[in-house]
């Protein structure tokens, strides 16, 4: 999983509530992803930062929020808004967003499943 | 453990085969490709990437070939092992507006029998 770490692996959380997914990387990397996985399909973009302070939308940010204050976190929210937010949740970091062959890794992920 | 794909098309093979996982892109502007092995509740590993400007590259028991003209990808694995029985992903690498994104397939899963 190179140096990203997410927590916890398990979460449940109950209808209304908003909870936070948290991603660690001690990459130095300046590049953070949030991505979704559905069982069947390829993982979606939910949010990404290219920088500290900064954060863009991805594919399906609707439900989500994301803060990036420091460097080495970029934390998610799942939101109450979010329709369906049970899924397999994945941090990614790559050593910048420009470049043309930066690689992305990823972290051990975050089971999320609403009761 | 976390079911990656329940519904995945499977490639069967035996310990000691060569396996050939395919990938088909979308993007003619795609740069970058790489693949990954995902294990069951885990996350993505990398395993091994292409640029745009090569056809083929090799790593240890694995190699890539990049068909631009057919927008084709194809992972082979050889002498593959029980260890190797994942869900493997490839991703191409599109740039829009200056960030990178990595559109990823649907997923190939692998199942190799003693």
């Known amino acids: 999983d190179g140096g990203i770490t997410q927590s916890p692996k398990y979460l449940f959380r109950k209808e209304g509530q908003n909870v936070t997914l948290s991603c660690e990387q001690n990459?130095?990397?300046?590049?953070m992803y949030w991505y979704r996985q559905d069982p069947g399909q390829g993982l979606r973009l939910i949010y990404y930062?290219?920088?500290?302070?900064?954060?863009q939308k991805g594919d399906i940010a609707e439900g989500y929020s994301v803060s990036r204050e420091k460097k080495e976190s970029f934390p998610l929210t799942v939101t109450s808004a979010q329709k369906n937010p049970t899924a397999f949740y994945l941090c990614?970091?790559?050593?910048?967003?420009?470049?043309?062959?930066?690689?992305?890794?990823f972290g051990p992920g975050t089971r999320l499943t609403v009761l | 453990g976390e079911s990656v794909g329940l519904h995945l098309p499977t490639l069967s093979v035996q310990e000691g085969d060569n396996s050939i996982i395919n990938c088909a892109y979308s993007?003619?502007?795609?740069?970058?490709f790489i693949w990954y092995k995902q294990e069951s509740g885990k996350g993505p590993q990398f395993i091994i990437d292409?640029?745009?400007?090569?056809d083929k590259r090799q790593g240890q028991r694995v190699t890539v070939l990049l068909n631009k003209t057919v927008k084709h990808l194809s992972l082979q694995i050889a002498a593959t092992q029980p260890g190797d029985s994942a869900v493997y992903f490839c991703?191409?690498?599109?740039?829009?507006?200056?960030?990178?994104?990595?559109?990823f397939g649907a997923g190939t899963r692998l199942a190799v029998h003693p």
């Open positions: 991703a191409e690498n599109y740039r829009p507006g200056g960030y990178n994104k990595l559109i």
């Open positions: 990459l130095n990397h300046d590049a």
């Open positions: 930062s290219q920088i500290v302070n900064d954060f």
């Open positions: 292409i640029r745009s400007n090569m």
């Open positions: 990614a970091s790559s050593p910048t967003s420009g470049g043309s062959t930066d690689t992305q890794y």
């Open positions: 993007n003619s502007a795609s740069d970058y």
